[in-house]
């Protein structure tokens, strides 16, 4: 005796299976690629955010340190630290010695410590590549000097410029340009406060 099928039990063909599985290869291709695209657009996203970060970070610390300058050096060794050469040094009365603007009862004298920072470019190898990196050394006297990364990802064969207006060792206002590893440059600009 025959089986009879209902048309419930009928199920699916061949050609119907095969339509089925092109279209979802089709499907399947536009979303990876949608999200090899959304990953390569925030990998490129996280980047941007801390190249923006070091330029805010690094203007920061650049601006005050020149305000408080009584001398600002270009090239040479670094003050604070090794016997790396620094793109610039500059040199103040010590930090505490002077609080909101208000010079200390009494006045620091000129035995009185000073407070220096060396900007210096290195390099460094992340697996990524080389880059330069920004470093903000800091010191007062002879003290071991704090080191901070100030800006990363810079490019490692473009050499940074220095620019003091007017050229004497007691500018009104210094401008550090430095260049991105992806080409695009950015400046860092600090003037003295008047005396």
């Known amino acids: 005796m025959a089986a009879r099928l209902c048309g419930a039990d009928r199920g699916f063909t ?11 290869g089709i499907v399947m291709s ?7 695209t959304a990953l390569r657009a925030n990998q490129e996203t996280k980047v941007r955010l801390a190249q923006s970060g070091d330029v805010q970070f690094s203007s920061t610390w650049f601006a005050d ?3 408080g300058a009584n001398a600002v050096t270009t090239g040479g060794s670094a003050i604070c630290g090794s016997t790396v050469t620094a793109l610039l040094n500059i040199t ?6 002077v ?4 010079p200390a009862t009494p006045p620091p004298t000129p035995e009185a410590p000073r407070r220096s920072v060396s900007y210096v470019l290195v390099t460094s190898n992340n697996g990524d590549g080389t880059f330069g990196q ?7 006297g002879t003290a071991t000097p704090v080191v ?10 473009v050499t940074p410029t220095v620019t003091r207006i007017p050229d004497t060792s007691s500018p009104a206002t210094v401008t550090l340009t430095l260049t991105a590893d992806d080409g695009s440059t950015f400046t860092l600009t ?3 406060r008047s005396s």
């Open 148 to 157: 901070d990364r100030i800006a990363r990802r810079l490019s490692s064969t």
């Open 134 to 140: 920004l470093e903000r050394r800091s010191c007062v």
């Open 190 to 192: 600090g003037s003295r």
């Open 14 to 24: 061949l050609i119907e299976l095969v339509i089925a599985v092109a279209i979802l």
């Open 99 to 102: 609080v909101a603007g208000v």
């Open 92 to 97: 103040s009365i010590d930090i505490d010695t």
């Open 65 to 67: 340190d020149v305000a």
């Open 30 to 36: 536009a979303i990876c690629a949608a999200m090899v």
